[in-house]
């Protein structure tokens, strides 16, 4: 059984940063491109980010590119998500989800996390 288990989030001031991790269990890790999303009160959930299974390739949503930082240590069967420039707007539960297949994307994630919570005060 594949489990994700994320952690790092947490209240900073905007301009501050954070580093999210998710722990991957149940698979060989490499097997998996990640990816992180978010989703804000009352929203629905969005894409922030993607990793290849060999870290190869990157894919950012327009609204975190230049400020998030996706990446993984296939070792350590761990992704992360680091987070600088922090704003207000970025505040929203962070989900790690995982796909098998070494594609990159931004939909169709067969396993998820059960998200760690980022809020940025002004």
């Known amino acids: 059984q594949v489990q994700l288990v994320e952690s790092g989030g947490g209240l900073v001031q905007a301009g501050g940063s954070l580093r999210l991790s998710c722990a991957v269990s149940g698979r060989t890790f490499s097997s998996f491109s990640m990816g992180w999303f978010r989703q804000a009160p009352g929203e629905e959930r969005e894409f922030v980010a993607a990793?290849?299974?060999?870290?190869?390739?990157?894919d950012y949503a327009d609204s975190v590119k230049g400020r998030f930082t996706i990446s993984r240590d296939n070792a350590k069967e761990m992704a992360y998500l680091q987070m600088n420039s922090l704003k207000p707007e970025d505040t929203a539960a962070y989900y790690c989800?995982?796909?098998?297949?070494?594609?990159?994307?931004?939909?169709?994630?067969?396993?998820w996390g059960q998200g760690t919570q980022v809020t940025v005060s002004s």
């Open positions: 989800a995982a796909k098998l297949g070494s594609l990159i994307s931004r939909v169709r994630y067969e396993y």
């Open positions: 990793i290849s299974w060999s870290s190869g390739r990157t």
